[in-house]
């Protein structure tokens, strides 16, 4: 018996013509609540919005 554990990425590629950067602006916004804001949170049993 031979076993081999990997890694397999999958990616999509564009559309033909089309420019592989994003438009400037076009990235996420800022949480209006950070990770360790909701978890500290969480851990003081802070209300959940």
Known sequence: M???I????VS????P???RRPAAGSGRAA???TLDDYLSRAS???KRD
Do not use: T
């Not at 990997?6 to 990425?9: H, T």
């Open 44 to 46: 003081r049993g802070g």
């Open 17 to 19: 013509g089309q420019d």
């Open 6 to 9: 990997g890694r397999l990425e």
């Open 31 to 33: 949480p209006a609540l």
């Open 2 to 4: 031979h076993v081999q």
């Open 12 to 15: 999509a590629a564009p559309p």
